[in-house]
Every structure is written in C-alpha cells, then in structure tokens.
C-alpha cells in the first residue's frame, strides 16, 4: 500500500481556516488530521468540537481525530456528530483501552490507539487485532515543531513485525517531528501514515510540501 498523508493543522493560521481547508482538501493529502488537547493530558489547550464541524463541512477527505485528552471515552459520541471518521485516543489516557475501542467501533468510527514516547509497542500486542491503527508519536504530545525523536525507528519496526506475524491489517501512523528527510526512513521502517504540520505549514507552497511528502 502507497502511504498516506494526514496534515497536522494545529500550527496553521486560524484566521484562514477556510483557506488551509480548502487547500488540504485539493492536495494530494488523503486524511485531516485533527489534534485536540484539553490542557491536562498535555500541557496545551486546543479546540473542540465546534472548530471540527466547521472543518467536516468544508472538506470531503476522512477526518483523522488524535485526542490528547484524558478519560477520552465521556467524549466520543460528540467527536463522532462533530465529523471524526477515525478516533484515536491515548493509550496513557483510558483505564478501559479494550472497552473504549469497542465503543468507538459501535458508533461507527475506526478506532486508533496512541501510545507516547515512553510506551513499549509490546503493551498492545492483545489488542492489536481490534484496532485499525496505531499512532506512534515522535515526540512528546502537546505541541507542533518539536524535534523528532530517533528511537522511534526501532519501535516502528517491532509494530511492523506484531502486525505481519498475526496477519493483520492494521495502520502505522507517525507523529511528530516528521520532515522530508525522515519520511522515506520511517516508510521504510513501516510507517503507513504520515502527519505532518510544520513541514507543511511553514513551508513557502504547503501543497507542494504535501505532494513532496506523498512521494517520498
Ligand atoms: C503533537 C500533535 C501533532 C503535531 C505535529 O502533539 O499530535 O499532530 O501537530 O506537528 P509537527 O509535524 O510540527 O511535529
Ligand atoms: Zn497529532
């Protein structure tokens, strides 16, 4: 499978929200990714599920929603009204992560599974089969335009290997710190998904930097 592209929009200007919808949506990207925080998880405040809504209108293109929140599973039925297509949640953040996958498939979401930096791939080996992704994070959650962190390889790789030996079919998605000099080594590692704000977003023609990405 070609790997796919799911912009971070929690650097881009608000103020021209439409626009930076607009222009995702005619990009080569095949996801929105939607990162929100509540402060507590992590040490930053986002947006909710007004800001969502108003994206889900503007873009035909799957919403991929990254909860940094904790006890995420008294929110997800709104994140599903709001728009979300694929919900993931912290693996840190749920006491009952069999549970909330379980309820986020029956509102008929795909469910994802986060795990932070210091999280062994190993913990989800019981889950895994229930799960259509697992996001990676490269950095510490919380902001954009932090520093990748170079570990990551070696835990992607373990996944990659969990997921071929149960036959699964389940996603890859990294986040944090990925720029055009590390996404051909993470796709090589057996990244399925890239997320990526800052690469995007500070660059001159942010849809080129998609299309760059995409062909990575
Ligand atoms: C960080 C968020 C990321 C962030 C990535 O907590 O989950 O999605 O926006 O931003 P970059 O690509 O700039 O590291
Ligand atoms: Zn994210």
């Not at 599903?80 to 297509?85: L, S, T």
Request: aromatic residues 6%; charged residues 20%.
């Amino acid at each position: 499978m070609a790997h796919l592209i799911s912009p971070s929009i929690l650097t881009a200007d608000f103020g021209q929200l439409n626009q930076v919808v607009e222009m995702i949506d005619n990009s080569q990207a095949d996801w929105v990714h939607i990162d929100v925080m509540d402060g507590v998880f992590v040490p930053n405040i986002s947006f909710g599920f007004h800001i969502i809504k108003s994206i889900k209108k503007k873009t035909s293109k799957p919403l991929d929603v990254h909860l940094m929140i904790i006890q995420p599973e008294r929110y997800f039925s709104q994140f599903r009204d709001a728009g979300a297509d694929l919900l993931c949640f912290h693996y840190e953040a749920s006491q009952h992560v069999h549970r909330s996958i379980q309820a986020i498939r029956e509102l008929g979401m795909k469910a994802a599974v986060a795990i932070n930096p210091h999280t062994p791939v190993e913990l989800l080996g019981d889950i895994l089969h229930d799960l259509d992704m697992v996001l990676i994070m490269t950095v510490n959650p919380g902001y954009g335009g932090q520093a990748f962190i170079k570990h990551s390889y070696s835990k992607i790789k373990r996944l990659k290997e969990m997921i071929r030996e149960k036959n699964l079919s389940t996603l890859i998605e990294v986040d944090g710190g990925v720029d055009f000099n590390n996404a051909p080594l993470l796709i090589q590692a057996g990244t399925d998904v890239l997320v990526a704000g800052n690469t995007i977003f500070s660059a001159s023609d942010p849809e080129e930097a998609i299309l760059r990405l995409k062909t990575a």
